[in-house]
Nanobody, 120 residues
């Protein structure tokens, strides 16, 4: 079992930048991939970026070239650097982690979310 806590959300003007952080606690030695998802009002939750267990990264098409995901050496914290923000980036951003249970099963763990609002 792990707990994920996001931080760094806020309001910013179009073209601005924000950096989100997600810190994991609990059974941190059993964490695999970590990533970010977002959900805007009236829209389905979508993939933003993933940092896999083997160190590769995957980005959603809508953020490719503007957002960068990174992870600390201990693999307990994941970051999302967001540049050139657009109005369409306004959403609740959720951290996600794959957790390997003691019996060997894989479970997705979610943070509480942090709001990002882009407005002029």
């Amino acid at each position: 079992q792990v707990q994920l806590v996001e931080s760094g959300g806020g309001s910013v003007q179009p073209g601005g930048s924000l950096r989100l952080s997600c810190a994991a606690s609990g059974s941190i030695f059993s964490i695999g991939a970590m990533g970010w998802y977002r959900q805007a009002p009236g829209k389905q939750r979508e993939l933003v970026a993933i940092f896999t267990a083997d160190g590769s990264t995957v980005y959603g098409d809508s953020v490719k070239g503007r957002f960068t995901i990174s992870r600390d050496n201990a693999k307990t914290t994941v970051y999302l650097q967001m540049n050139s923000l657009k109005l369409e980036d306004t959403a609740a951003y959720y951290c996600n982690a794959d957790w390997i249970a003691p019996a060997g099963g894989l479970t997705s763990i979610w943070g509480q979310g942090t709001q990002v609002t882009v407005s002029s």
